[in-house]
């Protein structure tokens, strides 16, 4: 059984400041900002949507296959994955563009600010998926803008059903484009905020959205998630996580939790109570740790 990942693959770099921002800008004189922040902690990690959901997917024995593009710097991000038994078959090279990066500084109050720089994922779009006869199902979850268009159409015409989930990717889509994933997919996850937009640019509340597909899941950090299926709604409670650590990367952990139990035919409920474990559990590709679960 083989799952496909499309998504981001890049690089976070992660520093700490041990002041607060507020007591280094002046509101006042924001129009001539100027500001230099003395970062002693500093660490790399490998991050990205694909990345992180097919450790997850690894960790519970799934084959994963992300669907992605890195850049001439991803030599070591390639070696790690295929170390983890990950196929790297369908990664591909981007030789004229740096792999995406993700500069996040971070201060002793945790507000953060945040660099992006898209790099090779922006032409995520030159991979096309053109045949896939052992993947059994597919998530389109954070990419370069029209990768994850051309990617839900070629899974939607191959016959391969898969998870939309656009994550911080949401807003670059209008209401008919939404409109347009929601009818190639087979479910939709997406956070309660994004939730919310999803709503607001298609039109559609909840119920009517959850009509237009086999399932809706909408992630409530540790409260759990929400399941609409046929305009009908129930609750999944959380799993109360034994140490709150780092909650970057849980919800690509809920969503290889997600995408096991459907692969394996379970329900939507059994499904999604295995991703909030998951999430509690913190299966991030970044924390490098492994866990493994009576299934």
């Not at 052992?134 to 898969?162: C, K, N, T, W, Y």
Request: charged content about 15%; some cysteine.
């Amino acid at each position: 059984m083989t799952i496909l990942v499309c998504g981001s693959l890049a690089f976070d770099t992660i520093m700490t400041f041990e002041g607060r921002f507020a007591e280094q800008i002046l509101p006042e004189q924001l129009h001539i900002l100027n500001v230099s922040f003395l970062v002693p902690g500093l660490r790399r990690e490998y991050g990205g949507c694909a990345g992180n959901i097919a450790y997850g997917l690894r960790q519970l024995g799934v084959q994963a296959r992300p669907v992605a593009a890195l850049g001439s710097d991803g030599q070591g991000y390639l070696e790690r994955m295929q170390n983890l038994g990950i196929d790297t078959g369908a990664v591909q090279w981007v030789q004229t563009h740096y792999t995406a990066q993700a500069m996040i500084m971070t201060d002793r109050d945790n507000n953060q600010i945040t660099a992006f720089h898209p790099g090779a994922m922006a032409l995520a779009h030159q991979n096309p998926i053109t045949a896939a006869p052992a993947a059994s199902l597919a998530i389109v979850s954070p990419d370069g803008r029209q990768a994850m268009i051309d990617h839900a159409e070629q899974l939607h015409a191959l016959g391969v059903p898969f998870v939309f989930d656009p994550g911080q990717g949401l807003p670059m889509f209008n209401g008919p484009e939404l409109l347009r994933f929601i009818e190639l997919a087979d479910w939709a996850a997406l956070n309660d905020y994004e939730a919310r937009m999803l709503s607001e640019r298609t039109g559609l509340g909840y119920a009517e959205l959850s009509q237009r597909l086999r399932g809706l899941v909408i992630t409530l950090a540790e409260q759990g998630c929400e399941l609409w299926q046929q305009g009908q709604c129930s609750r999944v409670p959380g799993v109360h996580a034994r140490a709150v650590l780092d909650p970057t990367g849980c919800g690509d952990a809920l969503r290889a939790g997600l995408l096991y139990g459907l692969a394996q035919g379970w329900d939507l409920q059994r499904s999604a109570e295995l991703g909030n474990r998951m999430g509690a559990e913190k299966i991030a590709y970044r924390g490098g740790q492994n866990y493994r679960f009576s299934l």
